[in-house]
């Protein structure tokens, strides 16, 4: 933003625009959607909108932020109710989690889906991704003691690369959103249960052809 709003009146007509522009990147999709069509939306004079944001960029950025805090207080309070189940459990109570809050808000899984492919450290959702890498960072270092930082980062990445997949799916089919949310959840899972076993699991005698365990879970 150029300005943080002090006033009453600068803090609901920041609120009035990122409103309209989450109606706008929802109905349009973030690449069609213009300044002119949120100042639009909004009610206001495309000038007005430009006292408090720069370019649509900055609006978009704005927009994720102000629903980051929501998903990932949701994320943080599964992951502390489950804190004392296995890793299945707790992966699916963490994955329900996150998809409430996301699938709540269209214009999320467009700007998601915006900032897909190589991603700039500026792009709309890269807020979001860092703190869904750090949630699935912090699982795995409680887990799997002792799992090497690269290792570690390279597992994050695909669970969230999982999950981001499975949720801009679910966004697109409200049908079977359920379903979908579901099935990722006993991906990611299975994923880690192949891969960290438990000490005591038959998978350390008799390893799957091809798909070796590699570290020991403590639950």
């Not at 973030?30 to 944001?53: C, D, K, M, P, Q």
């Not at 889906?113 to 890498?133: I, K, N, Q, V």
């Not at 999982?162 to 089919?173: Q, R, Y």
Request: hydrophobic share 50%.
């Amino acid at each position: 933003m150029r300005q943080a709003p002090q006033q009453a009146r600068g803090i609901a007509r920041v609120r009035t625009i990122l409103d309209a522009a989450e109606r706008t990147v929802a109905a349009m999709g973030y690449e069609a959607a213009t300044t002119n069509h949120i100042a639009e939306a909004a009610g206001i004079s495309v000038g007005s909108l430009y006292r408090w944001f720069p370019d649509k960029e900055s609006i978009a950025q704005e927009l994720v932020r102000s629903h980051l805090d929501r998903v990932a207080a949701r994320a943080i309070a599964a992951f502390e109710l489950a804190a004392d189940e296995a890793t299945p459990t707790l992966v699916r109570a963490v994955v329900r989690a996150i998809a409430d809050e996301w699938l709540a808000t269209p214009a999320i899984s467009v700007l998601v889906a915006a900032s897909l492919g190589p991603r700039p450290p500026d792009s709309p959702a890269a807020p979001l991704r860092r703190m869904l890498l750090g949630q699935a960072a912090a699982l795995l270092e409680t887990r799997v003691p002792g799992i090497p930082v690269t290792e570690r980062d390279a597992v994050a990445r695909t669970c969230i690369s999982l999950l981001e997949s499975a949720l801009l799916d679910a966004a697109v089919d409200g049908a079977t959103r359920d379903d979908i949310v579901d099935e990722a959840a006993y991906a990611i899972a299975a994923y880690l249960a192949m891969k960290y076993p438990f000490e005591d699991s038959p998978r350390w005698q008799q390893p799957m052809e091809g798909l070796p365990p590699s570290r020991v879970s403590v639950k």
